[in-house]
């Protein structure tokens, strides 16, 4: 199939798509027939349109219905090859027919014949319109991955009922179908608990009295899984644990390592113990109530970046690595794996008995646990889990003190795990973006690199993070880069063009903004200069960083100045250093004497084997700056050298 410009601004893009000559034209008389099956989904469309055209097209169910002027919706359970989400859609002057083997592909197509209107269709009341015309076309479509998912953070910043519910509108618009919610970190557990009401009551949140979190009755949260289902959105909890976990320690202290000494007014509030049969007891009730709102096959039970610091000193943990006989698996194989660990091997052998006892207990109740990538790559995968990569080849892990030795995702599938791709390098979507990360992200392919064929399907799909992010930041952060993930997630491998997708969302972009989607316009790149902002606290050493890809498309010479402001008679020595992908800085060529107390510091550097999906970072250091803090500038530029 060609990758070459198509005729149509749908993302994700359809694998087939024909355009026909001519129109098919919405107008008073229209209607929307259905089976009886299809009926919802027709309902849906009718509802989605109304608005923006001022008035409503009839459903009906009747089978001696016109043929012309209508819209007809039908399953077709004959045709296996459109799989569960796929669907046909042809639109000719005097009928649209939409068929699907599922009702999710009947919803799909819905969502392919709004982005083929014109956009003034998505308008919460009457546009002043052109014709609602449809281009005739034929078109065939189903998914590449069967998980193309966002997760949400509700424990950092608390995002209301209604902003969940406007991101699933938004993410079926885009044919995503799973949206991942972070429920509990350490700032605060947002989901009513019946058994465990200190777990939301605001004196146990993180900091107290903090006014930015809140949390979700069982009422809201079974809301917000209705109106989901009905979008083809699943909704997964995550119950974050034994690391991430303070607001849980907060609301039931006794849940934590006992006869641990800490200095009074410490700030280290404890560990979740691995060793109490009373913590299994909590995630066992807790497990009871999260399977009784939620209806997902998944439950995420977290299991990322623990520490397990007190577990070497706790009687009861210790006691539990004796009981369980933990010792047994504390093999060479297994010691060369934590070869780098922080502490003692002991705690992994405990967190490895935790995550695989809590896996079970989740197994227990029917439903598939998701684990974070953390115990991947340590050996030995739970039962029946999904693993979720967040970390990546090469990047730095910090539980085990060392870089990632391979792709989580690919050890995964190797061993016959399924696995969701969600790299922190790639799709953790409150990291910076710009054009030149857009085309990045767009070549980033979710099929790690090296997998055999035969593994392939192993692989569910694409999932982005946002972390960290209060709701009035989350559009900025996520658009437009969900809708590269949604197309990623969907369209053939083989119809991924970067050049096709930049045009098809230049002409989206008026959606967006009618959705009421804050995007920021994808900047032009590569830009002519950045710029960049930082104060220094007093102290005798500090370093920054700052992503520079937006200024780099090729080989080249660069120029970096730093300007430092408040210098106050001290003398200040700055090196600037750039690193491609990873932590091995090098030192930029420096122009003149940087040891002594001047305003302007001068670098060099050049790019000399440029690679679209290299990430370029440079690094400030300033010296001698013990007695005030700092502030300064960097103004980064393309030398007008000629490339190298
Ligand atoms: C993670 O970013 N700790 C999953
Ligand atoms: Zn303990």
């Known amino acids: ?22 129109y098919f034209t919405l107008n008073q008389n229209t209607e929307i027939v259905a089976d009886k099956v299809s009926e919802g989904t027709a309902k849906y469309l009718s509802d989605c349109l109304a608005p923006a055209m001022g008035f409503r097209l ?50 799909y197509a819905c969502q392919t014949l709004r982005q083929m209107l014109p956009a003034e269709i998505i308008s919460p009341a009457r546009a002043e319109s052109p014709p609602w015309r449809l281009p005739c076309s034929e078109i065939r479509d189903f998914p590449r991955f069967p998980w193309r998912g966002l997760m949400l953070d509700t424990a950092r910043y608390f995002h ?22 972070h429920l509990n970190d350490t700032q605060s557990w947002t989901l009513e608990i019946k058994k465990y009401p200190r777990l939301t009551d605001p004196a146990t949140r993180w900091p107290p009295g903090e006014k930015e979190r ?8 079974r809301e917000i899984v209705k109106y989901a289902a009905a979008r083809q959105v699943m909704v997964i909890p995550e119950f974050d644990l034994p690391g991430h976990a303070r607001a849980i320690l907060n609301a039931y202290p006794e849940l934590i390592c006992s006869h641990i000494p800490r200095p009074a007014g410490s700030h280290d ?51 539990r690595i004796t009981t369980e006989n933990l010792e047994a698996e504390d093999t060479p194989e297994l010691r060369k794996l934590f070869k780098n660990c922080q502490g003692s091997p002991r705690k992994y052998l405990l967190y490895r008995y935790m995550m695989r006892r809590v896996a079970r207990m989740v197994t227990d109740r029917k439903r598939i646990p998701v684990l974070w990538d953390d115990l991947a790559w340590r050996g030995k995968f739970p039962e029946k889990s999904v693993i979720m990569q967040w970390h990546c080849r090469g990047a730095y892990d910090w539980m085990q003190n060392a870089d990632t030795p391979e792709n989580p995702a690919r050890e995964a599938a190797e061993a016959g795990r399924a696995a969701v791709v969600a790299p922190h390098s790639h799709y953790y979507f409150d990291y910076l973006h710009g ?75 008026p959606r967006l903004q009618r959705l009421g989607v804050r995007c920021a316009k994808p900047l032009a790149w590569p830009r002519k200069e950045l710029f960049f902002q930082w104060k220094a606290p007093a102290g005798a050493g500090w370093q920054t960083s700052w992503l520079i890809n937006e200024i780099i498309a090729g080989n080249g010479e660069f120029k970096a100045e730093v300007s430092i ?74 030398s007008n050298k000629q490339n190298a």
């Not at 055999?452 to 992010?469: M, Q, Y």
Request: include cysteine; hydrophobic fraction near 35%.
């Open 1 to 22: 199939m060609s990758t070459a410009s198509c005729r149509h601004d749908i993302i994700p893009r359809p694998r087939y798509f024909k355009r026909q000559p001519g």
């Open 58 to 107: 009839p459903v009906r169910t009747n089978k001696n219905t016109r043929n012309s002027n209508v819209i007809i919706l039908g399953i077709l359970p004959g045709r296996k090859e459109l799989g569960g989400e796929g669907y046909e859609l042809s639109a000719r002057p005097q009928s649209v027919r939409i068929a699907a083997g599922e009702p999710a592909g009947l919803f």
């Open 160 to 181: 209301p009922k209604d902003f969940i519910l406007r991101y699933i509108d938004l993410m079926a618009f885009y044919k995503m179908n799973r949206l991942h919610l």
């Open 214 to 221: 809140g949390s979700y009755s069982r009422s809201d949260m």
């Open 269 to 319: 509030y404890g560990e979740m113990c691995a060793g109490k049969e009373e913590v299994y007891d909590f995630i066992g009730n807790v497990l009871d109530e999260i399977t009784a709102v939620f209806d997902s096959p998944y439950i995420h039970i977290g299991g990322d970046e623990y520490g397990g610091w007190d577990w070497e000193k706790c009687p009861d943990c210790q006691r």
């Open 435 to 509: 054009g030149a990360l857009l085309k990045r992200l767009y070549e980033f392919d979710p099929v790690p690199r090296g997998l055999a064929a035969n593994r392939h399907s192993f692989i569910l799909g694409p999932h982005a993070c946002s972390w960290e992010r209060r709701p009035a930041d989350v559009d900025w952060k996520v658009f437009p880069r969900l809708l590269i993930l949604a197309e990623k997630g969907w369209a053939a491998k083989s119809l991924s063009c970067w050049d096709d997708f930049r045009q098809r969302l230049e002409k989206h972009l």
């Open 565 to 638: 402001t408040r210098v106050k008679g001290e003398k200040i020595a700055a090196g600037l250093e750039l690193a491609v992908d990873g932590h091995e800085f090098a030192p930029c060529q420096a122009a003149g004497n940087h040891e002594h107390k001047r305003a302007k510091y001068l670098f060099r550097f050049r790019i000399k084997e440029y690679k679209p999906e290299s990430l370029y970072r440079l690094r400030l250091s300033l010296h001698g700056n013990e007695k005030s803090p700092l502030c300064g500038k960097v103004l980064v530029r393309k």
